[in-house]
């Protein structure tokens, strides 16, 4: 599929729902039982702490920072303001670098996976209100869900920041290991699965990192 095809039927429209100001957080457990307040360190910082830039280790979240900054700078109020704002909780699903890589290959019927700067050119060149709607797709604002959470969460629809849903999805295998599955709004693409959970753990805004992209709408 053609980027400009693409970005046609993945430009959603403009925001129609506000970010929550108020944290709804799950509080984290001390040493003693009782429940100590949360931090407020923002994922902004979190990501922006990685200064090697684009690179070869597909596990990081280089192409996401970078697109995070690119609609702050052209959209310096854009709702994904909030990532910057550490004493409002939220949860966010991060794509890793490998994720965007799959994305741009998939979308551009390509049999190699770009390099990491390519995959965020191939991004950008969607349009940034494309790109912010996306990354809203991926923020689930007004609540801390952390790992011990999400794993008890299974058919949890979660209102993301862009107003739409994803559906949380809980796989056990061998009786133990839980996987989190997502389940967006694309019917033909496999599924998110978390590889890592509770980034940012201990404070208000936490994240888990996710293999793929979740995509808004239908795409062929």
Do not use: C, W
């Not at 996306?134 to 979660?158: M, N």
């Amino acid at each position: 599929m053609k980027i400009a095809r693409l970005a046609a039927r993945m430009a959603v429209g403009a925001m129609a729902t506000a970010l929550a100001t108020t944290a709804v957080a799950v509080p984290a457990a001390s040493a003693n039982g009782k429940a100590k307040p949360l931090g407020t360190t923002s994922l902004a910082q979190v990501l922006t702490k990685d200064t090697s830039g684009f690179d070869r280790n597909s596990r990081d979240f280089d192409v996401l920072t970078a697109a995070v900054l690119a609609v702050l700078e052209a959209k310096p109020n854009s709702p994904v303001k909030v990532l910057t704002d550490g004493t409002v909780a939220v949860t966010a699903f991060i794509p890793t670098d490998a994720a965007f890589q799959q994305l741009v290959r998939e979308i551009t019927d390509s049999r190699k996976l770009p390099s990491e700067s390519a995959a965020f050119a191939a991004v950008a060149g969607l349009g940034i209100d494309t790109v912010e709607n996306v990354l809203l797709y991926h923020v689930v604002p007004g609540a801390t869900i952390d790992r011990k959470t999400a794993v008890r969460a299974d058919g949890t629809d979660l209102t993301t920041a862009l107003g739409s849903t994803i559906e949380v999805d809980v796989r056990t295998y061998l009786y133990i290991f839980r996987q989190v599955r997502l389940i967006d709004a694309d019917t033909t693409d496999r599924n998110a699965r978390v590889v890592t959970f509770d980034v940012n753990k201990g404070n208000r805004q936490i994240a888990h990192a996710v293999d793929r992209v979740l995509r808004p709408i239908d795409l062929p």
